[in-house]
């Protein structure tokens, strides 16, 4: 069987076409391969100079390996925006796979445009309503909380208005009246170090939608990317010193802190990755000055 062991270096377009065909993918060709680093999936080749003319440009060896585990995701997802999230989890988590050049063209790959943006849209609000909804939260609830947060993803202006509605509609499904109302109380899901509350869902929202519409803008550049990632890394280091003590608090959400399956980590990186953008760029917005 053809595996990554069996790459020992770098090879040109044609090498990997034969990587592709060794390893049972007999319908790659050169076209799906240009096709796939257009797309972020692929990274372009460097090129090879000498004296006289040049010879063809060659692909690193983690890419020859990168497009074998593409090759074998490819069966376990729909569409190539899904498999789009392999090279970002790669780029996220491990040095020396993916440059953030490649990175970049990943996630407007994964992001996409038209109804694939409202699909990343709509499972961040589905993602966020099997978290934080209520048992009792009606079933007019939740699909209003979907509708909403799925519109503001996609591109709908949050004025004061809106952001009041948000906040209402989160409240319905965290704190369904017929339980809260009477008590009074406040509902805050997961550990007292890390509370969930309707405001940092909210925020959280917010945060989704700004990364959203900013990638959407074409304004989310490898600057940028690079930020998030070093947040990302920076807190999960922080979040995996302090896992167990959270997951014994955590109550219902409990789940929310275990050890993720690499396969999670690949299917998560999408989300994961608006959320830790939307919170940069809502951090570092300008503050308006008094007079």
């Given at each position: 069987?053809?595996?990554?062991?069996?790459?020992?270096?770098?090879g040109t377009i044609d090498e990997l076409v034969a990587d592709a065909h060794a390893a049972g993918h007999p319908d790659v060709n050169v076209r799906r391969i240009h096709d796939w680093i257009a797309r972020g999936l692929l990274d372009q080749p460097r090129l090879r100079t000498r004296r006289r003319g040049s010879d063809k440009a060659e692909h690193s060896a983690n890419q020859r390996r990168l497009l074998l585990l593409l090759l074998d995701k490819r069966q376990q997802v729909a569409h190539l925006n899904a498999l789009a999230q392999v090279p970002l989890a790669m780029w996220l988590w491990w040095d020396g796979y993916v440059p953030t050049r490649q990175a970049q063209r990943a996630w407007l790959t994964w992001v996409g445009r038209g109804r694939r943006s409202q699909e990343v849209a709509r499972e961040g609000a589905v993602g966020l309503l099997e978290q934080v909804g209520h048992q009792l939260a009606t079933t007019t609830a939740r699909a209003r909380f979907v509708r909403i947060i799925t519109e503001l993803g996609s591109g709908k202006a949050l004025t004061v208005r809106g952001r009041a509605e948000l906040l209402d509609v989160v409240r319905d499904v965290m704190e369904p009246e017929t339980v809260f109302a009477a008590s009074g109380l406040v509902r805050a899901l997961g550990p007292a170090q890390a509370p969930m509350t309707v405001d940092a869902v909210v925020t959280d929202v917010e945060a989704l939608r700004t990364a959203l519409c900013r990638t959407l803008d074409g304004k989310v550049d490898r600057g940028l990317l690079e930020r998030a990632r070093t947040v990302q890394r920076a807190s999960m280091a922080d979040y995996l010193a302090v896992r167990s003590g959270l997951a014994a608090e955590a109550g219902q959400l409990a789940g929310l802190f275990r050890e993720p399956t690499l396969q999670e980590q690949f299917d998560q990186v999408g989300r994961q990755l608006l959320l830790v953008l939307g919170m940069e760029l809502?951090?570092?917005?300008?503050?308006?000055?008094?007079?």
């Open positions: 069987m053809y595996t990554w062991e069996s790459i020992t270096g770098p809502i951090h570092r917005r300008p503050k308006a000055h008094s007079v």
